[in-house]
């Protein structure tokens, strides 16, 4: 059996390995983290959608209070002008009283447009959610748009979401519970691992990293059938003797370090140790 001290390419090949237990591992999650961003984009795109239909009922209610108190503020000056005709002195102050009753009756006009506008587009979101309705009813599902989704629709997928949100964190949380001696152990030794490598061997802890980042999980790879194991690139006649002889070649397909299978061999219970 080989050693450390004779072929330094051992630690990469035990970083791979102790790589590989701890991914292992975290493959338990059952891709739950990902679940569990998806659902939170989901819970605030929704929680958005309410905000938002929410805010446009109480702006319209409010424009419409706003509007009736200024028709019921003209109503009274009216009123008001209308008595004081009854005491004009002469024609020029009736005139004048009759041109503010002239203005404030447009102000009235003014504001019952408003709100016949207000409603007539409440009407229409009102139409729009209808719509949704029977798309949804005939599962036409394609031909929902964002306006047409009925708001308790959205409130009962809102719920929903936020309980599955509850239950998958909680599995999550427990999955992470029962294995977190495990992965801790796991890192304290990738973590020295990683500093052995980098005394020994630091540009192939470089190659190692880069490829580790662009998501190649399997960086060091068995020479198998004459062929790089990650991606079945043969490999050159010229460079299988260095191999065998405890050597490595970077897979000029994948970027792989490809080396003899007999050093995985020899560390197959590295973590055992």
């Given at each position: 059996?080989?050693?450390?001290?004779?072929?330094?390419?051992?630690?990469?090949?035990?970083?791979?390995?102790?790589?590989?237990?701890?991914?292992?591992?975290?493959?338990?999650?059952?891709?739950?983290?990902?679940?569990?961003?998806?659902?939170?984009?989901?819970?605030?795109?929704?929680?958005?959608?309410?905000?938002?239909?929410?805010?446009?009922?109480?702006?319209?209610?409010?424009?419409?209070?706003?509007?009736?108190?200024?028709?019921?503020?003209?109503?009274?000056?009216?009123?008001?002008?209308?008595?004081?005709?009854?005491?004009?002195?002469?024609?020029?102050?009736?005139?004048?009283?009759?041109?503010?009753?002239?203005?404030?009756?447009?102000?009235?006009?003014?504001?019952?447009?408003?709100?016949?506008?207000?409603?007539?587009?409440?009407?229409?979101?009102?139409?729009?959610?209808?719509?949704?309705?029977?798309?949804?009813?005939?599962?036409?599902?394609?031909?929902?748009?964002?306006?047409?989704?009925?708001?308790?629709?959205?409130?009962?997928?809102?719920?929903?979401?936020?309980?599955?949100?509850?239950?998958?964190?909680?599995?999550?949380?427990?999955?992470?519970?029962n294995t977190q001696d495990d992965v801790n152990a796991l890192k304290r030794k990738i973590k020295k691992q990683r500093e052995i490598v980098e005394l020994h061997a630091k540009?192939?802890?470089?190659?190692?990293?880069?490829?580790?980042?662009?998501?190649?999980?399997?960086?060091?790879?068995?020479?198998?059938?004459?062929?790089?194991?990650?991606?079945?690139?043969?490999?050159?006649?010229?460079?299988?003797?260095?191999?065998?002889?405890?050597?490595?070649?970077?897979?000029?397909?994948?970027?792989?370090?490809?080396?003899?299978?007999?050093?995985?061999?020899?560390?197959?219970?590295?973590?055992?140790?």
């Open positions: 059996m080989a050693t450390v001290e004779k072929n330094p390419l051992l630690h990469i090949v035990k970083l791979q390995l102790l790589d590989d237990e701890l991914d292992a591992i975290l493959s338990e999650q059952k891709g739950l983290p990902e679940e569990i961003s998806a659902l939170e984009e989901q819970i605030a795109q929704l929680t958005r959608q309410l905000e938002e239909r929410t805010r446009r009922i109480e702006e319209n209610q409010a424009k419409r209070i706003a509007l009736r108190a200024e028709i019921k503020e003209s109503q009274e000056k009216i009123k008001k002008y209308k008595e004081a005709q009854t005491k004009a002195r002469n024609n020029k102050e009736y005139d004048a009283l009759s041109k503010q009753i002239e203005f404030e009756e447009q102000e009235i006009k003014r504001a019952e447009s408003q709100i016949r506008a207000i409603e007539a587009l409440e009407e229409q979101f009102a139409q729009l959610e209808k719509k949704g309705k029977e798309l949804l009813a005939e599962n036409r599902l394609d031909e929902l748009t964002a306006d047409m989704y009925p708001t308790d629709e959205l409130k009962k997928n809102l719920a929903e979401c936020q309980s599955e949100l509850k239950r998958k964190q909680k599995e999550l949380d427990t999955i992470i519970k540009h192939l802890l470089i190659k190692y990293d880069q490829l580790r980042r662009g998501n190649i999980q399997n960086v060091v790879v068995k020479f198998s059938r004459n062929a790089c194991s990650g991606c079945n690139t043969r490999v050159p006649a010229s460079r299988h003797a260095f191999i065998y002889q405890g050597g490595f070649y970077s897979c000029e397909t994948c970027g792989r370090i490809v080396v003899h299978e007999r050093l995985f061999e020899e560390l197959t219970v590295v973590t055992s140790e």
